[in-house]
């Protein structure tokens, strides 16, 4: 070791002194060069024993090429491993992080979805329970009014009114889902009972029955003719105008419903007749006359054959009640068009 540094200050100053000489090619002071050389000398043994001294201290290692390569590769390839095992775990967090979170996601859409299809088929289903309990209930309701309006029927709706204020209950109910015709019927079946009645307020409780489900409902031909013949019924009793004109009201809207109901035209012309029996004075006795025509000139106009067999089934029926007077005068001053209408009622009756 200390050959080596004696041949590395040899040559440097060997060095140092042919530089300087090769730089002054005119010869300078010896004094001057020496001194120079000397201090060149100096610094460079400093500078060798500063790199004995960290040679000795261990700060430099002096090891074959081979083997600092396969330290290097060895550190290199240390450091990739554990890289690549720090990017492997922050790989495997995210991607347990993300599945957690998708799993999550997953399962909430997941209920969501069967939540909803739960909730629809419940529906669905209760909608159904629903509407078969309602048909079944309705059915049930609807053979217990027919059963009520069968035995009503048979007592010729002459029974107590307690009866009939059941049967509009029944239609007053918006709980029952009862079908629009058999409200009708049963409507009609109230207005014969009312008819065939003495209750107390019955012409006012007909009007009120009509007025309230008329708006609402089609009701019967046959509704209107009854309330038309209790308010004939009135007029005969009291001879008050206004029943008169009621009667007529009902008589039209029943035609209205059935253009050849031969039951109202019948009533009409018996009311008309009324009206020409109680008239107060000749100008009010020729009012009713020219209506009475207009009626027959209806039912001459109409070519039912239906119409008036019908009309005098119940100018028949009539004769045998309180109308027999007003017919005898109808036969005895309109024979003619009394006459028209039963022929065209004989081939009816064939």
């Given at each position: 070791?200390?050959?080596?540094?004696?041949?590395?200050?040899?040559?440097?100053?060997?060095?140092?002194?042919?530089?300087?000489?090769?730089?002054?090619?005119?010869?300078?002071?010896?004094?001057?060069?020496?001194?120079?050389?000397?201090?060149?000398?100096?610094?460079?043994?400093?500078?060798?024993?500063?790199?004995?001294?960290?040679?000795?201290?261990?700060?430099?290692?002096?090891?074959?090429?081979?083997?600092?390569?396969?330290?290097?590769?060895?550190?290199?390839?240390?450091?990739?491993?554990?890289?690549?095992?720090?990017?492997?775990?922050?790989?495997?967090?995210?991607?347990?992080?993300?599945?957690?979170?998708?799993?999550?996601?997953?399962?909430?859409?997941?209920?969501?979805?069967?939540?909803?299809?739960?909730?629809?088929?419940?529906?669905?289903?209760?909608?159904?329970?629903?509407?078969?309990?309602?048909?079944?209930?309705?059915?049930?309701?609807?053979?217990?009014?027919?059963?009520?309006?069968?035995?009503?029927?048979?007592?010729?709706?002459?029974?107590?009114?307690?009866?009939?204020?059941?049967?509009?209950?029944?239609?007053?109910?918006?709980?029952?889902?009862?079908?629009?015709?058999?409200?009708?019927?049963?409507?009609?079946?109230?207005?014969?009972?009312?008819?065939?009645?003495?209750?107390?307020?019955?012409?006012?409780?007909?009007?009120?029955?009509?007025?309230?489900?008329?708006?609402?409902?089609?009701?019967?031909?046959?509704?209107?003719?009854?309330?038309?013949?209790?308010?004939?019924?009135?007029?005969?009793?009291?001879?008050?105008?206004?029943?008169?004109?009621?009667?007529?009201?009902?008589?039209?809207?029943?035609?209205?419903?059935?253009?050849?109901?031969?039951?109202?035209?019948?009533?009409?012309?018996?009311?008309?007749?009324?009206?020409?029996?109680?008239?107060?004075?000749?100008?009010?006795?020729?009012?009713?006359?020219?209506?009475?025509?207009?009626?027959?000139?209806d039912i001459e106009k109409n070519r039912s054959t239906f119409l008036c067999k019908e009309l005098f089934d119940r100018f028949e029926i009539d004769k045998n009640t309180f109308m027999a007077p007003y017919l005898d005068k109808l036969y005895a001053e309109f024979p003619d068009e009394i006459n028209k209408i039963l022929e065209r009622a004989k081939p009816a009756t064939i």
């Amino acid at each position: 070791m200390k050959t080596s540094r004696l041949i590395v200050c040899v040559a440097l100053f060997l060095n140092g002194f042919l530089t300087g000489a090769m730089a002054q090619p005119e010869m300078q002071d010896i004094n001057t060069v020496a001194s120079q050389t000397v201090l060149k000398v100096d610094s460079l043994k400093a500078k060798v024993e500063k790199l004995d001294q960290k040679v000795e201290e261990g700060s430099y290692t002096r090891i074959p090429n081979q083997d600092f390569e396969n330290i290097v590769d060895n550190k290199i390839e240390k450091s990739l491993r554990e890289t690549l095992r720090w990017w492997l775990f922050v790989i495997a967090a995210l991607v347990s992080v993300l599945g957690f979170l998708v799993n999550k996601y997953a399962k909430a859409y997941l209920q969501t979805i069967v939540d909803e299809k739960v909730n629809h088929l419940k529906k669905e289903n209760e909608d159904k329970i629903k509407a078969i309990s309602t048909r079944y209930f309705s059915t049930v309701i609807e053979s217990l009014l027919d059963f009520k309006v069968e035995t009503i029927t048979k007592k010729n709706h002459n029974v107590d009114e307690s009866m009939v204020n059941d049967l509009k209950n029944y239609l007053n109910d918006e709980s029952l889902s009862i079908p629009e015709a058999k409200k009708v019927s049963l409507i009609d079946t109230i207005m014969r009972c009312y008819y065939y009645s003495n209750y107390p307020q019955r012409i006012e409780k007909m009007i009120d029955l009509i007025k309230e489900y008329e708006e609402k409902l089609t009701l019967l031909q046959t509704t209107y003719v009854n309330a038309a013949i209790a308010f004939s019924d009135m007029y005969d009793r009291y001879g008050n105008r206004d029943f008169m004109t009621s009667a007529i009201e009902n008589c039209n809207k029943s035609i209205k419903i059935l253009p050849d109901y031969g039951l109202a035209y019948a009533l009409k012309l018996e009311l008309y007749v009324m009206a020409i029996s109680k008239a107060f004075d000749d100008a009010d006795l020729q009012q009713n006359e020219r209506e009475l025509r207009k009626v027959f000139n209806d039912i001459e106009k109409n070519r039912s054959t239906f119409l008036c067999k019908e009309l005098f089934d119940r100018f028949e029926i009539d004769k045998n009640t309180f109308m027999a007077p007003y017919l005898d005068k109808l036969y005895a001053e309109f024979p003619d068009e009394i006459n028209k209408i039963l022929e065209r009622a004989k081939p009816a009756t064939i």
